[in-house]
């Protein structure tokens, strides 16, 4: 897919991974929208970026607010790329230290956000893909999501998070079979350890045990490398359905 004057959505597209390809979308002729929460400063990114980036605040488990970004980009061009790096995580037993159980809403928190919120971003960009034209042979265009190595390695007190990834593992092959026949592309990138804001207060002492974790390179991946990635995934038309893990060979123990 030729990026030029293509229209992008970016979700999560204020810091760490979704800036950083949102960065690598702009250099390469793309027009792009992203999306983040109100409290993100996403009109200080959008300024960064330059190339006519706009912001449009939205949470993406709200479906009014998040179909009103994806407005916003196909009022641009035809909405052709989905880059969904919005989420967060969570720590905690399914029965904590005390003995006490999991609060149900802590588990269904992470859910609504990092699962139902995928699944929103997935279902509005794709409808609005599915109205235009197929492009030079590529398709209508492309989407992709973002798990983690905790889908499939999970660790003690990860539950929520684990299980919100592992569905969007699960999600993606069949949502490329579900819009196959629209010319909607999806895979997924399922990330490592990468130095993104949600890592960066962490103590020194702390970073070089992350670092020393991973088998090579021996360091927390960089946003750029998760967005290399990505345009990868987007530029090969025969990607489909897969998810990718980004790790540097890591396979997470049990803590």
Known sequence: MNLKDTVALVTGGASGLGLATARRLVAGGARVVITDLPTAPGEAAARELGGGTRFAPADVTDSDALGAAVAMAEGIGPLR?????????????????????????????????????TFNALRLAAAAMAKGEPADGDGRGVCILTASVAGYEGQIGQTPYATSKAGVIGLTICAARDLASRGIRVCTIAPGIFDTPLLGGLPENVREALHASVPHPPRLGLPDEYAQLALSIIANPYLNGETIRLDGALRMGPR
């Open 81 to 117: 790329i989905l880059v969904h790096c919005a989420g967060r995580g969570s720590a905690g037993r399914v029965v904590e230290r005390d003995g006490s159980p999991m609060p149900l809403e802590k588990f269904e928190a992470i859910i609504r956000v990092n699962l139902i919120g």
